[in-house]
């Protein structure tokens, strides 16, 4: 609840409202890539250079967007890695959802090089 007596309560609570679905998609994007990544990484002929390719390019991306929601306060970066963590909990229950059926691998791959 606001507080009456200080009216820049609720843009802060409104702030920190922001910066929880910044983390929340910031998470989502991060996650969501990796379940993408390794469900496609066998498939390919270099999965090394698919899983690392995509590794960078998550970490710039979670990176970038963790610096332009802290913006110096740590508690504002606090609360998006609070989302970040919510995202991380949200995708890996719905992935389980997805993946409960084995998929079956591609014709040549066996096992494990």
Known sequence: MPDPLNPGAGAHLLLDALVVL???LLGVVFYGGLWLTVRHA???RRPALWVS?????RMGAALAGLYVAG???LE????CLVGFLMARAVVSWST???SAAPRPL???HRHAP
């Open 71 to 73: 913006r110096g306060d």
């Open 76 to 79: 504002r970066l606090l609360v």
């Open 42 to 44: 066998m498939a390919t």
């Open 53 to 57: 390719a995509s590794m960078l390019l």
């Open 96 to 98: 389980r959802l997805r």
């Open 22 to 24: 910044w983390g929340i």
């Open 106 to 108: 591609p014709e040549g």
